[in-house]
């Protein structure tokens, strides 16, 4: 059985603020002495998404 596969929709101000916010997990991580192979593979997954455009209609 297939894995389900989820997508998210970000802004740019919301991309930034997730970005920093692994970054920092990443940081605490580190300090814990602890791998940071997951949260790597999420900061490489997020900086490297495609980006798509969508047209949003508000009724």
């Known amino acids: 059985m297939r894995e389900k596969t989820y997508h998210i929709y970000l802004d740019s101000h919301e991309k930034t603020t997730l970005l920093h916010s692994l970054v920092e997990l990443k940081n605490q991580l580190i300090q814990q002495g602890r791998y940071t ?23």
Not at 37 to 59: G, H, Q, S, T, W
């Open 37 to 59: 192979d997951c949260v790597d593979e999420l900061i490489f997954k997020v900086v490297n998404a495609p980006i798509k455009k969508l047209r949003i209609e508000y009724v």
